[in-house]
């Protein structure tokens, strides 16, 4: 071993008083955030042409984004597709996941809807239908409605919230499933308030607020 | 450059003189560009939107996918450097771009032609440099199965572009390729693939590519809010310890002098990250150079106490903030950044500033009406800079010191010198011993560290410098083992180049980790041989030299860079050197260490 450098240690240097926490905020001694993760729903306008779930599904996995849904369908403009995804991260992960998305090319706007936006999921739920009455009846507390049915299995189709979804299969569950399938969430702004985001450079604007908000909400609690 | 380099170059612009003094030949009139034949083929869709472009070079390997490509190319003027492996192509395209600022362009062919790309995209990616992949593929029938040489390209590169795209349609292939092109260098660069299957380049076709244009989708900000610029001037005007962090996109963004008149203006120290070496002349009192893993004590000392932070056009990653939690632990933190995703991505950003780096800064410049009254902590600085200097011992009887060489590579090149590097030690001393002071003078694999990077970028870097600029690429002997194939294009292309191999028979980096970090255990670092790099030079048909003693440094490294052509110095130093200081992966930037007991 040769080299080295002469100078004071790293002992005998001075230290700053300040500390950063994970997410890089400067830490306020007197409080200390941390961000808990939240549930949200995202919502991305793409263009309508092959790779581009790839390209989205791709950037959750890579980046370690944590996602409960996806789903994803036309809209009527032929050339746009809607992409709507489920996710849980704290508030400096899902700026990310927001921000990344609006980076891909193919993504024309990113929002993320309010906590009250309408969600819905759809789920085929067969289950035995060894005593088909009561299966009805359980069928009929959460309005779904039977797709088919045979001598052994009977499959109905369930619509709503997550929740109710849940509810549904849990309940269902005493019958024996056999087999489920669910969409994943689907989702749109309430009223006049639009699904579609800004577009990109409008985003940029909103990014920088965000981000300045999340410190304010650090220096203020 | 001698003469037979000067029949590789680009035909010179025509200026209005010139067009005079010729005799009207063939299809030109005045100065007017001759009108190019109409395409007929989806290849020459492809070639003819690289020309509208402006593209003047392209770098690659021929194949059987990509042969409808080649053929287009041949009646170009667009000069294609055939290089000896698909990476070296990669690499110098991803050079050219650096140094020319314009998107470099390398061709592959499908399969192993591609996949042998990929390295090369990824480091772009990393970097953040202008790079335009185009690679072959199997034609559209056989797609999905499993032909000869067939690999999904757009699915192996999706995660190292910017974005690439399957070119289906013959009518759009040339469109393809501009949009590729336009993105590539917009906004924040990297790296774009256009994959062209053989049935499509090979179609007819008469519609002319247009102008190079990015998808509707694709937008980005010029201007930061001039609210939050606002607020960032005020802290600067109020700052006691104002520091400038500047990195990369400072040289991407052309922000490099407005960056330096604002430092200059306001007295500000100026820190670099490393890929941002060049944007700050480091012979200036205010420069603090390098910061990070193994920047400069006083660097890591400035950037650990500073009490404001105007970072340009970096990503703070994570070997120039080692731990987050005490980097710059006292800074209120404006970033300035074209990409969104970047602020608050790993150090938060108190004034988030997204635009255009030369843009953004010129508002902060208007907006800052007066200096930071800074004295005291300048002069705290200028006493790191004597404390922590980063002078080393050279006793004329022992190993040669590597440092010494890289200052007498320096030395004997001019201030515009570029130079490139391999990764490992040799990288790090080539970072901290040159004096950079000009942008895009330095060439380096940053983000993705891709050892064999230095001698194709090399070729690239000549190809895209001014004939006055010296190109040096300082390597390392792992490094250069790597892609040494390069030589033979080097030499083919009569490029005047000089490598200096700073040979230790060691992986050097790892084996100094394992002597930190691993009990002395040397697994697999120790290469005990390496061939003897000036004779393999000479076997190339380069001139080779070598270097084993300190009196010989001057003069071998004069005659190796006067060879107008390439050279290799095979410069055994030290094996034992060690690269200081160095702040452990994680670790306090303040608490460096300067010597191995210190970690
Ligand atoms: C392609 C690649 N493989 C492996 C590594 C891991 N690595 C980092 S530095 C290094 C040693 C490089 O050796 P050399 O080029 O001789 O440089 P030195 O450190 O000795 O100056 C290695 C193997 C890498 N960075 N890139
Ligand atoms: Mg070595």
Known sequence: MSGGL???????????????????????????????????VISALVKHEPGVLAEVSGLFSRRQFNIESLTVGPTTDEDRARITLVVEEPDPGIDQIKKQLRKLVPVASVRELEPDAMQRELALVKVDAEDPAQVAAVADMYDATAVDSS????TYEVTGSRQKIEAAIETFGQFGIREVDRTGTT????????????????ASVSAAEEAKQTKYTADDD | MSERAATVSPPEEHTEEDAQNEQEPDARSGSEEPTPEPVTSGAQAVVRALENAGVEYAFGVQGGAIMPVYDALYDSDIRHVTMAHEQGAAHAADAYGIVSGEPGVCLATSGPGATNLVTGIADADMDSDPLIALTGQVPTEFVGNDAFQETDTTGVTTPITKENTFAADPDRVGDDVGEAFALA??????????????DVTNADTETEPGEPETPDTYEFQERADPEIVAEAAERLENADRPAMLL??????????ETCREFAIEHEIPVITTMPGLGSFPEDHELSMEMAGMHGTGYANMAI????????????????????IETFAPDAEVIHVDIDPAEISKNIHADYPLIGDADTVVSQLAEAVESSPEATKWRAQCQQWKSDYSMAYDAPEDEPVRPEFVVEALDEATGDSAIVTTGVGQHQMWACQYWTFTEPRTWVSSHGLGTMGYGLPAAIGARLAADDDQEVVCVDGDGSFLMTMQGLSVAVREDLDITVAVLNNEYIGMVRQWQDAFFEGRHAASDYNWMPEFDKLAEAFGARGFRIDDYDEVADTIA??????????????????????????SGGDNGQFALTEDQL
Request: one cysteine or more.
């Open chain 2, 304 to 323: 650990t106490h500073c009490d404001t932070l105007l970072a340009v056009g970096t990503r703070f990653d994570d070997r120039l903030t080692g731990g």
């Open chain 1, 151 to 154: 001598p052994e299995t009977a």
């Open chain 2, 247 to 256: 990195g990369g996109g400072v040289i991407k963004g052309e922000a490099s």
């Open chain 1, 6 to 40: 002469d100078g004071p240690a790293p002992e005998e240097r001075p230290t700053p008083a300040g500390r950063r926490n994970e997410q890089g905020i400067r830490i306020d001694p007197e409080v200390e955030v941390t961000h808990e993760p939240r549930r949200t």
């Open chain 2, 185 to 198: 260098n917009e906004g924040r660069p990297g790296p774009t693939l256009v994959d062209l299957p053989k």
């Open chain 2, 559 to 584: 005659e190796a860079v006067a060879y107008d052509g390439p050279s290799v110095i095979d410069v055994h130093i030290d094996p034992e050197a060690n690269v200081y200081p160095m702040v452990p």
């Open chain 1, 187 to 202: 989702a749109l702004a309430r009223g006049t308030d639009e699904t579609t985001g800004p577009t990109p450079a409008e």
